[in-house]
């Protein structure tokens, strides 16, 4: 049988797992973010179109597409975290009764 100390160190492991993994996560969208604004940056500054509307044109289809990949991202998350599987252990208090 396991101590408490025992299940209260597996419960802090896996919660410092969880940390490092969400950590990893934000730093992998900072990227992601920043390079997205770096190619929106480049698109500005650009001289290679005469109309700017060309300009904006890209711009919008850059957000856009970086939006939509985001949400994307999320909607999988939560896809996948609503049907995890829950595995109820049995109940092995004896009833009085």
Do not use: W
């Amino acid at each position: 049988m396991k101590g408490k100390h025992t299940e209260e160190a597996l419960k802090i492991k896996q919660l410092e797992e969880t940390i490092s993994l969400k950590e990893k996560e934000i730093k992998d969208i900072k990227f992601s973010v920043s390079d997205i604004l770096l190619q929106i940056r480049n698109i500005n500054e650009s001289n290679d179109y005469s109309d700017p509307s060309v300009k904006r044109r890209k711009i919008s289809e850059l957000c856009t597409d970086t939006r939509y990949e985001l949400l994307i991202d999320e909607i999988e998350i939560g896809y996948k975290k609503q049907n995890a599987k829950i595995i109820e252990l049995p109940n092995t208090r004896k009833s009085n009764k």
